[in-house]
């Protein structure tokens, strides 16, 4: 009986870890390079409105979910490769700065944005 | 760390109705509950901080990174350089080449996962290698600008003297520029100024727009086309009020000194300050503005010096 609070202490803090370490899959590393790349490159338009901006920049969440993307082409990894690479209307190429390790890691992080 | 915050809250699990046994059992209960609640908040904030203090020698602003230089940094690492990523590009663009700075490392529960916060610049005197122009060289208002070739988004040579008789708004860009407040801020208030002067014919014909890309090895004639078809919302038509040009390298970099500009590529990104320059109809400088202005400011101030009112003078 002493040491019940002993053990149920145990228990709670055994329940506390699990809380803590949620149960679902931790991203990939290419996803946490993605994010990286995206924090860096398209987060400050893609993630904040722009008045000062001829046109707004599309809002990415969910950008995979979706059969097609903002410009109405299909959303898919070398559709949206192309346009990072070479621009869409106002959003400026990214070609040459981005490496090919950068674009794959960062369509995978898009492909986790909902 | 909301669900580590939200379990401190969760303690209570002593037994009703036995108050004298919790009165006794207490001090037992809570030490090791106390320590392992300690040591789960302690696993659920496992970043680490070091003080950092080098020199950057490189930047790469597209892996969103900086090379420094630095001492030995105790617990973590030996003196080395080595790349850091900073998550605020704000910060990429500030830092320079030579720039000393102070800055915390974090590293994750990954130790393989680190990353500098609290970036200061400590010392700029090392700043170098730089072909930022001085900016002594720079034009006075009333000045008379040089008469440099440029070739537009037509692939057709035009000098700035083919404007005589207009007043002239210029500024300078490059294309893959992804800084929203620069580059893209510049042309969308541009194409702003463009739509109301289009407006009025009388503004319209006394008036002319010019975009000058200051990376001309990307920007060639048909890339600036494209990109000034995306502010001109595809009117074509529109390129005879706004040119989209470049020059070779040295004639850009006596126009970017005469106006005021600097400029300097690293990494296929360009780190650059922002100059608009209006020239008045008899082909001198006017007025400059950086970085504080309006479009509706921009927009007054080329309809009077059109219409023969300029008011001389700069920020």
């Given at each position: 009986?002493?040491?019940?609070?002993?053990?149920?202490?145990?228990?709670?803090?055994?329940?506390?870890?699990?809380?803590?370490?949620?149960?679902?899959?931790?991203?990939?590393?290419?996803?946490?390079?993605?994010?990286?790349?995206?924090?860096?490159?398209?987060?400050?338009?893609?993630?904040?409105?722009?008045?000062?901006?001829?046109?707004?920049?599309?809002?990415?969440?969910?950008?995979?979910?979706?059969?097609?993307?903002?410009?109405?082409?299909?959303?898919?990894?070398?559709?949206?490769?192309?346009?990072?690479?070479?621009?869409?209307?106002?959003?400026?190429?990214?070609?040459?700065?981005?490496?090919e390790e950068d674009l794959k890691n960062l369509l995978a992080y898009l492909r986790t944005l909902r | 760390m909301r669900k580590c915050a939200t379990a401190f809250t969760t303690e209570s699990p002593a037994a009703e109705g036995q108050e004298n046994e919790d009165k006794v059992m207490k001090p037992r209960f809570l030490l090791p509950l106390v320590l392992l609640l300690l040591s789960l908040f302690v696993a659920c904030n496992r970043t680490k901080r070091y003080p950092l203090q080098g020199e950057v020698v490189a930047k790469s602003p597209a892996a969103g990174e900086i090379t420094v230089n630095h001492g030995d940094i105790p617990g973590f690492m030996a003196a080395m350089a080595?790349?850091?990523?900073?998550?605020?590009?704000?910060?990429?663009?500030?830092?320079?080449?030579?720039?000393?700075?102070a800055a915390e490392v974090v590293v994750g529960s990954d130790p393989s996962n680190y990353w500098l916060e609290n970036v200061r610049i400590t010392d700029q005197s090392g700043r170098g290698q730089s072909r930022m122009p001085t900016g002594s060289q720079m034009l006075a208002?009333?000045?008379?600008?040089?008469?440099?070739?440029?070739?537009?988004?037509?692939?057709?040579?035009?000098?700035?003297?083919?404007?005589?008789?207009?007043?002239?708004?210029?500024?300078?860009?490059?294309?893959?520029?992804?800084?929203?407040?620069?580059?893209?801020r510049l042309s969308s208030q541009f194409a702003r100024i463009h739509n109301e002067l289009k407006k009025n014919p009388a503004d319209y014909d006394k008036t002319q727009l010019l975009t000058i890309s200051f990376d001309p090895k990307y920007d060639t004639p048909a890339v600036l086309r494209k990109?000034?078809?995306?502010?001109?919302?595809?009117?074509?038509?529109?390129?005879?009020?706004?040119?989209?040009?470049?020059?070779?390298?040295?004639?850009?970099?006596?126009?970017?000194?005469?106006?005021?500009?600097?400029?300097?590529?690293?990494?296929?990104?360009?780190?650059?300050?922002?100059?608009?320059?209006?020239?008045?109809?008899?082909?001198?400088?006017?007025?400059?503005?950086?970085?504080?202005?309006?479009?509706?400011?921009?927009?007054?101030?080329l309809e009077q010096s059109a219409h023969g009112s300029s008011q001389a003078g700069g920020e």
């Open positions: 009986m002493a040491r019940r609070p002993f053990l149920v202490a145990a228990l709670l803090a055994a329940l506390l870890s699990c809380a803590c370490e949620p149960k679902r899959q931790q991203p990939g590393a290419a996803v946490i390079e993605g994010e990286w790349i995206y924090d860096n490159n398209c987060a400050e338009c893609h993630e904040n409105p722009q008045p000062d901006l001829h046109k707004q920049p599309p809002n990415l969440h969910g950008l995979f979910l979706r059969k097609s993307l903002p410009s109405g082409a299909l959303a898919t990894d070398s559709q949206v490769r192309m346009t990072i690479i070479q621009g869409k209307g106002t959003m400026p190429a990214f070609d040459q700065r981005l490496r | 080595m790349p850091y990523r900073v998550k605020d590009p704000a910060v990429i663009q500030q830092v320079q080449p030579g720039d000393r700075i208002p009333g000045a008379r600008v040089p008469d440099i070739t440029l070739t537009n988004q037509d692939g057709r040579k035009i000098r700035l003297s083919d404007f005589a008789g207009k007043a002239v708004l210029v500024t300078f860009i490059y294309t893959r520029c992804p800084m929203p407040n620069f580059c893209p990109y000034g078809l995306a502010y001109l919302d595809g009117d074509e038509s529109g390129f005879s009020h706004w040119d989209f040009a470049s020059s070779d390298p040295a004639d850009l970099h006596r126009l970017a000194q005469a106006f005021g500009l600097e400029y300097e590529e690293q990494d296929n990104q360009i780190s650059h300050t922002m100059s608009i320059v209006l020239i008045a109809p008899n082909g001198t400088v006017a007025r400059y503005w950086s970085t504080e202005w309006t479009w509706n400011e921009l927009l007054a101030s």
